[in-house]
């Protein structure tokens, strides 16, 4: 580059050559999902989204892929998705586009606890005093609660025959109630095909079984 400076004295005008170095940035648009790099069907995934000299209420946000939907404005949005796989969240404004792929996931299983047991041995009073099976998700940051669609019980007393009742919810039903009166040092209660239902679930899903042992 030539640049010329004038002499405020003598008048003269003396000229240089000069090279300078100067960096363009390029606009990056940042999209981040707040609880963790993933959407979760059956939940609100809340969503942050920003660019680089670029207003946030100059973006256009959409989305595509994982049968999503999202809500808000400026740099905060709610995403919902139902469809397990991919979906991309687009941001557009100010001459730039870009996009971001997140994975979509159903809500982890929950687990199937009896207080807050999952199996072993248990004193017959604290056994007699539960109403039912709860299901249970452990380290998951959502607001979200899965429900017991039903379990099967099994009761195993000393030199008999095992007894078994059907058990549709989580709350003992007056059959399986009667199961668990019965309970003595010794017996052994089986809760086999435990099914929970979770946000976003169209059916129930297995989850763990149980066993307890009485003391």
Request: charged content about 25%; aromatic content about 8%.
């Given at each position: ?38 959407f979760y069907i059956g939940v609100d995934n809340p969503v942050a989204v920003s660019a680089a000299g670029i207003s946030s209420n100059d973006l256009s946000v ?145 989850i763990n079984s149980m066993v307890f042992k009485i003391q």
């Open positions: 580059m030539r640049i010329d400076v004038e002499n405020p004295l003598t008048g003269e005008v003396e000229s240089y050559e000069k090279e300078f170095e100067y960096e363009v940035g390029e606009r990056s648009v940042t999209v981040s999902a707040e609880k963790m790099n993933v959409s989305i595509s892929g994982g049968g999503g939907a999202i809500r808000g404005s400026g740099s905060n949005y709610i995403v919902t998705v139902s469809t397990p796989g991919e979906c991309r969240v687009n941001v557009s404004g100010g001459g730039m586009r870009d996009s971001k792929v997140f994975r979509v996931k159903r809500i982890p299983d929950p687990v199937a606890r009896l207080s807050k047991s999952q199996g072993g041995a248990m004193g017959n009073g604290e056994f007699k005093a539960q109403g039912g099976v709860g299901a249970f998700l452990d380290n998951f940051d959502f607001d979200a609660n899965c429900t017991i669609q039903g379990y099967k019980l099994v009761y195993v007393a000393a030199r008999q025959d095992p007894v078994e009742v059907v058990n549709a919810g989580a709350r003992y039903n007056d059959a399986a109630r009667r199961l668990v009166n019965k309970a003595k040092p010794g017996d052994i209660f089986y809760f086999d095909d435990v099914k929970a239902r979770c946000p976003g679930d169209n059916v129930g899903r297995p």
